[in-house]
């Protein structure tokens, strides 16, 4: 569906991404995971097309977006910081909306008026930030797009309304096949929806995977040897290695299968295999690239 082959892009002479490279099956929730300035942004503004690219190609089915309109009115963007004119309001934006999108939904706009406590007459700038937030999300949404693109989407919106916009997009997802790409730190949220994971460092994609995949090959193994001088063999990919008294703690790059054999091999007192969460994929991914984090005294 979304193809970014070798994908460069630079301001002045600081590199935002550096030959880039991810595919997006149609249909699924990709999320981009990655510290602050990994560019993340950067990458999904080349990808709606405001941005373009010095070096590399954007396709979507084969058709580059970059001065492309017709690619460009199937999709919708929802940057984290919100463009709008100064005095429009809700009501002005989505006739401005209808007149370059065909595929908007009145009649869909209409109804989501139920979800969303905005007055379509109040001016954009009036609003708070949450709410300027759901106003886009109203428009987006009545768009009706095959492609949606996200940049920390609920970040300042309350926990009622965070859950209530997933539930839109997912019921778009099952329902319609949309395409959704998005970029948050909330870790926790982006692995309750997403089934495919991007993570980005110093504008170079590090891995991509399905979040079924990811979690199968990353593992932490807790296990109190039988000699203190015990350990793993140096063949098995340790992510991190910490002991708290007897128990020896192992992330582990590798499946539970993998770990199993190893450590029954061992003989240990006691082993316990635990699966990890994004976040700690993420950590300990990115702790490789020196990211880890420190200790220090304050």
């Known amino acids: 569906m979304i193809e970014v082959r070798d994908l460069t892009k630079r301001f002045d002479r600081t590199p935002a991404l550096q030959e880039l490279s991810l595919h997006v099956p149609r249909g699924s929730v990709y999320g981009?995971?990655?510290?602050?300035?990994?560019?993340?942004?950067?990458l999904l503004r080349c990808l709606a097309g405001v941005y373009r690219p010095d070096s590399g190609q954007i396709l979507i089915e084969e058709q580059p977006v970059w001065e492309n309109p017709a690619v460009k009115s199937r999709m919708a963007y929802i940057p984290d910081d919100l463009y709008y004119f100064v005095s429009a309001s809700l009501k002005?934006?989505?006739?401005f909306y209808q007149g370059f999108y065909p595929t908007f939904d009145p009649q869909l706009f209409d109804k989501l008026a139920s979800v969303f406590p905005i007055d379509p007459r109040q001016p954009i700038r009036h609003l708070s930030k949450g709410m300027q937030k759901q106003a886009f999300f109203w428009l987006a949404l009545s768009l009706r797009p095959e492609i949606l693109l996200l940049d920390e989407p609920v970040d300042g919106l309350d926990p009622v309304m965070r859950r209530q916009?997933?539930?839109?997009?997912?019921?778009?997802?099952e329902k319609s096949g949309v395409t959704v790409v998005v970029s948050s730190h909330n870790l926790r949220e982006l692995e309750d929806v997403c089934d495919h994971v991007?993570?980005?460092?110093?504008?170079?994609?590090?891995?991509?995977?399905?979040?079924?995949?990811l979690q199968d090959n990353f593992v932490k193994l807790q296990v109190?040897?039988?000699?203190?001088?015990?350990s793993l063999p140096g063949d098995l990919p340790v992510l991190h290695h910490s002991v708290t008294g007897k128990v020896n703690t192992y992330i582990l790059r590798a499946g539970e299968a993998r770990a199993a054999q190893v450590v029954q091999e061992l003989d240990p007192i006691f082993y316990d295999i635990l699966p990890l969460t994004l976040e700690e994929i993420f950590i300990y991914e990115l702790g490789g690239a020196d990211y880890a984090v420190k200790d220090i005294i304050l």
């Open 165 to 173: 916009l997933w539930s839109l997009i997912m019921s778009d997802v």
């Open 224 to 230: 109190v040897f039988r000699t203190e001088d015990a």
């Open 92 to 95: 002005d934006l989505k006739r």
């Open 198 to 213: 991007g993570i980005i460092d110093h504008g170079r994609l590090l891995l991509e995977r399905t979040l079924s995949q």
């Open 32 to 42: 981009l995971v990655g510290p602050n300035g990994a560019g993340k942004s950067t």
